[in-house]
């Protein structure tokens, strides 16, 4: 075992902790599911349990007393909604599908999206619960097949992604057997 001072260390932690949500509506006498006010007459916010976390629903999370006493600050970050995840898939210089179009490039191979196909990745992230780091996985289910067949394809310069060949890919994928509750 080796002792660390802490003292002048910034801790930053984050992460989805699936299931809090359960935690801290047990706190706040209501349930996750359905509605019911505080007594006080303010209205609960059942879509985002998360902004009425604090430092005891960690602890009944499962985090440790001696990590949380380290953390004074909680906050928490509202869930991505379909145009912030819209923009994540295509805006930043090295986004997903720019990533895709420059792989592809490398081979000769000029890729496209249709946009109904953005709209469909985003869509699935949201059902599957992925948030941003859902959409790589969406989009190497979609993908991955032409990633390994178009370039060894003589001939082949062109491929544009439409509907239809993303719903065809996702129905194929293991992602696609995900259970949402």
């Not at 970050?77 to 210089?93: C, Q, V, Y």
């Not at 239809?164 to 996702?170: C, E, L, N, P």
Request: with cysteine; proline share 3%; glycine share 6%.
């Amino acid at each position: 075992m080796v002792s660390i001072n802490t003292q002048n260390i910034l801790f930053i932690c984050g992460g989805a902790f699936g299931g809090i949500n359960k935690v801290i509506s047990k706190r706040l006498n209501t349930n996750a599911i359905g509605y019911k006010a505080k007594e006080d007459g303010e209205k609960i916010d059942e879509e985002n349990f998360l902004k009425y976390v604090t430092p005891h629903d960690i602890r009944s999370f499962g985090l440790i007393p001696e990590l949380i006493g380290r953390i004074p600050v909680l906050s928490h970050l509202n869930p991505l909604d379909n145009s912030a995840l819209s923009r994540i898939l295509t805006e930043p210089k090295n986004s997903l599908i720019k990533q895709y179009v420059k792989l592809f490039e490398l081979d000769n191979v000029e890729l496209s999206f249709d946009k109904k196909v953005l709209d469909f990745i985003v869509e699935k992230a949201q059902d599957y619960k992925l948030g941003a780091r859902g959409l790589r996985s969406i989009c190497e289910a979609i993908m991955l097949d032409a990633m390994y067949e178009i370039p060894s394809q003589e001939g082949e310069s062109k491929l544009k992604i439409d509907l239809a060949y993303a719903k065809k890919k996702m129905s194929s994928s293991t992602l696609n057997k995900l259970k949402v509750a």
